[in-house]
């Protein structure tokens, strides 16, 4: 049994013997105050003298009691050391803490799975700023997690809870299975149907299934490697600026995306009157009608600017900082 149930076992005990001690020496005539102090001293072999005087139906009594109060306050205490030599009451706190910081977290990444895609995910997401949350059912991988985790199976509703669901802004379903990414999919849109949901696909007859199941993307870590790996076979300089732009951050570039609000200053002018260039110093590259999901590639200056589509764009922290301005006012 763990040391923290066996724990809880013997303080259970413990509780028991001293009521059950109490009651009886009122039975045999002490005030309530005099037998639980005539009960603790003798289950705690503390020595003093009765505080009132035994006839023999209360020495047996007190036998018995010192035979089993004894006994299980020892074991009691042994158990208290042990637990604290393993550092389980640490552990608890511990626990108990990261409970409070997923409790507070919003907007979050709960990342389902701590394997190699799992590592690399929560290594980015968190580079850029993002919180992110682990599930993972084996305790051992979740010791040197450095981000809050918890411990359990991804496909348990209640699991999904405790890492703050309803809170989060995007799910990753990164476990090896693709059932099991399934199984996570479905739960994670039925808890949230505002979720974005990234689903992990082993077989590309798994893709689709995922799609169904309600996932906003699904990510086959193979074909994107050989995809990768075709791109620095045949255009290295390209992959590897987009690489550095996109995870690296030893550039001063980067690339983002964002969503023209409704309302916005920018929205029913071209690119051309928006004079955004000149006003922010960042490029855009594309715009994407998040509808549609179409993308407008190296948009002309005739372009026209909408509400709700979205803008990708490169520049310094900066320009892009400038243009998310822009796109309020």
């Not at 003093?48 to 009691?65: M, S």
């Not at 682990?134 to 411990?151: A, F, G, M, T, Y």
């Not at 590639?297 to 005739?302: D, G, I, K, L």
Request: a neutral charge; charged letters at 20%.
């Amino acid at each position: 049994m763990h040391p923290l149930r066996r724990l809880w076992l013997g303080l259970g005990g413990l509780a028991l013997i001293t009521v059950a001690g109490s009651v009886g020496y009122m039975i045999l005539g002490f005030g309530a105050l005099d037998a639980v102090y005539q009960t603790i001293t003798t289950i705690t072999t503390v020595g003093f003298r009765e505080v009132e005087p035994l006839d023999r139906a209360g020495k047996v009594f007190t036998i018995g009691l010192i035979l089993v109060g004894v006994g299980t306050a020892l074991y009691t205490f042994s158990v208290l050391i042990e637990a604290f030599v393993e550092g389980e009451i640490g552990n608890v706190v511990g626990r108990r803490r990261m409970e409070r910081t997923i409790s507070e977290m919003k907007d979050h990444v709960v990342i389902c799975g701590w394997g190699r895609v799992g590592q690399a995910l929560a290594r980015y997401v968190t580079g850029a700023g993002q919180e992110a949350v682990i599930i993972d059912e084996n305790p051992e991988r979740l010791q040197k997690c450095p981000h809050p985790n918890v411990c359990g199976n991804a496909t348990d509703d209640d699991v999904m809870r405790a890492a703050g669901i309803g809170r989060a802004r995007v799910l990753a379903a990164a476990l090896t299975t693709d059932s099991d990414n399934l199984y996570v999919t479905m739960s994670g849109r039925a808890l949230s149907p505002d979720l974005f949901i990234i689903a992990r696909a082993r077989i590309d007859s798994a893709e689709d299934k995922l799609t169904r199941a309600g996932a906003n993307r699904v990510v086959n870590p193979q074909s994107i490697g050989g995809a990768r790996m075709a791109a620095f076979a045949l255009q290295p300089h390209v992959a590897e600026f987009l690489d550095v732009v996109m995870h690296d951050g030893s550039l001063e570039f980067r690339l983002e995306e964002m969503l023209v609000p409704f309302g916005s200053a920018l929205e029913g002018k071209s690119l051309r009157d928006a004079h955004l260039r000149d006003r922010t110093g960042a490029l855009v590259l594309a715009m994407r009608d998040d509808r549609t999901g179409k993308f407008t590639t190296n948009p002309s200056p005739e372009t026209v600017i909408e509400a709700g589509q979205i803008l990708i764009a490169i520049g310094t922290s900066a320009q892009l900082a400038a243009l998310q301005d822009a796109m309020k006012r």
